[in-house]
């Protein structure tokens, strides 16, 4: 007899009392070929997943998975009619995600998932956890989903994570999977959380060492109280979730003070040329990540430059037109907000400077409007020959930044 099952998040964020986004089905008595028959359209290539011919929601065939070898590729799957749905649940990451709900409403809770809820805890479901690198990436996703409503990572499962690290396990990650993890993670309400779990589990130092790096090395206590540089990146991932910003804005906070990590013992706690040392482990992050270019020439940009907003009244005006043209801000003007928002989240992003004022920001974002600003046209019209038009320009807006300074002070 062939039954059907709501399972994992819905399930979860049901119970939660939060928004359900998505529904994910089990099937539980069924083949491909029969679902196929019943007019689902299979999507799934490595197992059999279906879209539901009127809802498009996605339905899958109760599985079992067996490790044959490493990494998170070495698996075979079963999904024939003889997997049972407890079997299907035990192959699940973490127990509140392991609880079916059947179509009466009836939830079924083979791994006690009901009272990880309850108790808050982030419980791997079974020992077959370990076979997955991914799930270290989840856990520490979910914990930066959850933390907000106290949910911590359990001792048993957290010792579980350090010996896949320890055994190598982890290495067996792909970089497009760890981007995919890291870019989901920056959109939770306490991004910071998925850093500290896998700094917890020592995951960090091998997925991302340019971060990991960071911790330890101490800056000036009387600009930054709390000292340590790896506290003041969490400090300032809170901020940006605070803020709301995009997950391109929290890869540029992520990435910001990469530099720091190089400073040489004799100059610390001064960082001095941070910015510029920054560019290339930076470089490296995304490369290996394999980010898109996009991202990539924003963080690079952000990480030479971000202290340029903190001190944006006292540059000239020519060091300003240099800065609006490296940011290209004629195509991409949206950069100039960008660069002035992570000055604020790197302000904020310090103890006892939470809500610290930062006129700094709307200083650049006129600064850049200014700049903007002028007749291009009427500029070009008034050139006699081709060769002047760029010279033109930017004498115009060259000027256009010195009347703007002058109109501020």
């Not at 491909?32 to 011919?53: R, S």
């Not at 990494?71 to 075979?76: R, S």
């Not at 206590?221 to 540089?229: Q, R």
Request: aromatic share 6%; hydrophobic share 40%; net charge neutral.
């Amino acid at each position: 007899m062939t039954e059907t099952y709501l399972v994992g998040g819905a399930v979860r964020d049901h119970l939660l009392n939060r928004p359900v986004k998505d529904r994910d089905w089990v099937v539980v008595g069924s083949t491909a070929e029969k679902m196929i028959q019943q007019g689902y359209q299979q999507v799934g290539a490595d197992f059999p997943v279906f879209l539901h011919p009127d809802t498009r929601e996605e339905y899958a065939l109760a599985r079992t998975e067996r490790k044959t070898k490493a990494g998170y590729h070495g698996f075979v799957v079963d999904a024939s009619a003889s997997v049972t749905l407890e079997q299907d649940l035990a192959r699940r990451d973490l127990t509140i995600n392991a609880i079916a709900q059947a179509e009466d409403g009836t939830l079924i809770d083979p791994l006690n998932g009901l009272d990880d809820l309850r108790k808050k805890r982030l419980r791997h479901a079974s020992p077959a956890f370990s076979e997955d690198p991914v799930r270290i990436l989840r856990v520490a996703r979910f914990a930066a989903r959850f933390a907000h409503l106290g949910f911590q990572v359990a001792e048993d499962t957290m010792a579980l994570m350090i010996d896949m690290v320890d055994s190598g396990e982890v290495d067996a990650l792909v970089p497009e999977r760890v981007f995919a993890e890291l870019r989901s993670a920056l959109t939770e309400p306490d991004p910071q959380c998925f850093i500290q779990v896998l700094r917890q589990c020592g995951a960090l130092a091998r997925i991302l060492p340019e971060v990991d790096a960071l911790y330890g090395v101490p800056q000036t206590e009387k600009y930054h109280p709390e000292v340590d540089t790896g506290i003041h990146l969490e400090l300032c991932l809170k901020q940006a979730a605070l803020l709301e910003t995009n997950d391109l804005i929290r890869f540029c906070v992520l990435c910001h003070d990469l530099g720091k990590a190089l400073t040489p013992a004799k100059t610390l706690p001064s960082h001095h040329g941070h910015e510029l040392a920054g560019v290339k482990p930076t470089k490296a992050l995304c490369e290996r990540l394999k980010v898109p270019s996009n991202w990539k020439q924003l963080a690079l940009l952000v990480t030479e430059f971000h202290t340029h907003t903190h001190r944006v009244r006292e540059l000239k005006a020519s060091t300003l037109m240099k800065l609006f043209k490296r940011l290209d801000i004629t195509r991409k003007p949206e950069r100039a907000n960008y660069l002035s928002i992570v000055g604020t989240i790197d302000a904020r992003g310090r103890l006892g400077h939470e809500e610290a004022r930062y006129p700094q920001a709307e200083f650049l974002q006129n600064a850049a409007e200014a700049y903007l600003a002028i007749n291009v046209q009427s500029i070009v019209a008034g050139c006699e020959e081709p060769s002047q038009i760029r010279a033109a320009i930017d004498g115009a807006r060259l000027e256009a930044l010195r009347q703007f300074k002058r109109a501020q002070q």
